[in-house]
């Protein structure tokens, strides 16, 4: 079933791939849009508004969390009326299964647990590759095509609350990140899934979460946590990024404004795309964090993400769950195209990227 949508997604990938200047704002706008839902089966209402926007190209993602997951035949049976559901560019379809604490798909449900990136950190880089073969090839099974991961964040901070703490780092040396990082990749890569490094530019130092608030990493922050990026983007081995929320007053002054990575163009078009020389698909990290809507609107939050070089925007949708969270992000986003022709060309170049990755992703990566 998954193979025979995949090849017909070719299909409609490189056509609209190659006429992408045919495409209307709305249908780019649409790509750059990820939400999550509520519902475990097909029958949801929640279920049911995410797809039908899907289907009229206001969205162009969903992700899971555990809630989602009642047992893998609803969620295999969720993805399939997903994939189903877009007339154009299938969706993609995204969950958080990093392994260890960080999973939504458990045993309890029948999916096979994986260890902790520090547990896999410890073995050897083969033996990681068989893991995470074992992983990508349970997702591709249910229909899943994005995992968030691997994380290729530095262990510099034993007390972070939000790496340290729960093992999701595979090392305090980037070389051996980027090697166990990549293992991650390639596995991924051969069962057809796509994956997100994260969480740019490195979280591993900070001693805050921004989950709860505000993060200033400004004293705290080495550069030495942008080496993972550099070496996985030389090795082509990026196949998306997703940017953090913590803030450093090194690469953002004060004196302009406080604004985390996700919303600075100093962090993902200054380092990321012109140090790094990183050209692919640029993810937010969720904008629902307590770090971003503290300070910033609905509105703000989106104009300013995709202004500072966001391709796709994720909205978790549990600060207060709306079932027509992405039409309104989608409306927002095209009201703005519609004043502002810099929105507009961001948005196209989004587009651009988005395509050409999905494009990939049918084909098999």
Same mark, same amino acid.
């Given at each position: 079933?998954f193979?025979i949508?995949?090849?017909?997604a070719? /299909?409609?990938?490189?056509? !609209?791939?190659?006429?992408?200047n &045919?495409?209307?704002i709305?249908? $780019? &706008?649409? *790509?750059?849009i ?7 089966d097909?029958?949801d209402?929640g279920?049911?508004?995410v797809r039908? *926007?899907i289907? *009229? ?6 992700m899971?969390l ?6 893998? =035949?609803?969620v295999?049976? $969720?993805?399939?009326a ?5 007339p154009?560019?299938?969706? /993609?379809?995204a969950?958080d299964?990093?392994g260890?604490?960080v999973?939504?798909l ?6 096979? =647990?994986?260890?902790s ?5 410890r073995?050897?880089?083969?033996a990681?590759?068989g893991? @995470? ?6 997702l ?7 995992n ?5 964040d530095?262990d510099?901070?034993? &007390?972070?609350?939000?790496?340290g703490r729960?093992?999701?780092?595979f090392?305090?040396?980037?070389d051996?990140v980027?090697?166990?990082a ?19 530019p490195? #979280?591993?130092? !900070? !001693?805050g979460?921004?989950h ?10 080495n550069?030495?946590?942008? +080496?993972?990026?550099? %070496? ?8 998306m990024?997703m940017?953090a929320h913590?803030y450093? %007053?090194? @690469?953002?002054?004060?004196? +302009?404004? &406080? ?10 078009e200054?380092?990321?795309r012109?140090e790094?020389?990183y050209?692919g698909?640029?993810i937010?990290?969720?904008m629902e ?5 503290d300070h910033?609107?609905? +509105?703000?939050t989106?104009v300013?993400?995709? $202004?500072?070089?966001? =391709?796709? /925007?994720?909205?978790s ?5 709306d079932? =027509?969270?992405?039409?309104?992000? #989608?409306?927002i986003m095209v009201?703005?195209?519609?004043a502002d022709?810099a ?5 196209e170049a989004?587009?651009a990227?988005? %395509?050409q ?7 098999g990566?």
């Amino acid at each position: 079933m998954f193979l025979i949508a995949r090849l017909i997604a070719v /299909l409609m990938i490189v056509v !609209s791939a190659t006429t992408a200047n &045919a495409q209307s704002i709305e249908r $780019m &706008a649409g *790509q750059m849009i990820m939400v999550g839902f509520t519902g475990d089966d097909v029958s949801d209402s929640g279920f049911r508004a995410v797809r039908r *926007q899907i289907a *009229q190209g206001r969205i162009g993602g969903v992700m899971y969390l555990r809630t989602n997951v009642s047992g893998l =035949d609803t969620v295999r049976a $969720m993805n399939r009326a997903l994939l189903a559901a877009s007339p154009w560019m299938p969706p /993609l379809i995204a969950v958080d299964q990093e392994g260890g604490q960080v999973r939504r798909l458990t045993s309890a449900t029948g999916f096979v =647990d994986t260890p902790s990136a520090e547990a896999v950190g410890r073995g050897s880089v083969e033996a990681a590759g068989g893991r @995470y073969t074992e992983l990508a090839t349970g997702l591709q099974s249910l229909g899943f095509t994005l995992n968030f991961g691997p994380v290729v964040d530095l262990d510099l901070n034993p &007390a972070n609350p939000v790496i340290g703490r729960f093992q999701r780092a595979f090392s305090d040396d980037p070389d051996r990140v980027r090697r166990f990082a990549e293992a991650f990749v390639n596995s991924h890569r051969r069962a057809g899934v796509i994956t997100a490094l994260k969480h740019f530019p490195g #979280h591993g130092s !900070s !001693s805050g979460d921004t989950h709860d608030g505000f993060v200033d990493v400004t004293r705290e922050w080495n550069p030495v946590e942008l +080496e993972p990026y550099r %070496a996985i983007i030389a090795d082509d081995m990026a196949d998306m990024i997703m940017v953090a929320h913590i803030y450093n %007053a090194d @690469y953002v002054p004060t004196d +302009e404004e &406080a604004l985390p990575a996700s919303l600075a163009p100093e962090w993902i078009e200054g380092v990321l795309r012109g140090e790094l020389g990183y050209d692919g698909v640029v993810i937010s990290d969720d904008m629902e964090m307590s770090a971003v809507t503290d300070h910033f609107d609905l +509105e703000q939050t989106v104009v300013r993400a995709v $202004m500072a070089g966001n =391709d796709i /925007l994720l909205f978790s949708n549990t600060a207060a769950y709306d079932p =027509d969270l992405g039409a309104r992000i #989608h409306q927002i986003m095209v009201d703005q195209a519609a004043a502002d022709p810099a929105f507009a060309d961001r948005i196209e170049a989004s587009y651009a990227r988005i %395509a050409q990755l999905k494009q990939r992703l049918s084909a098999g990566l």
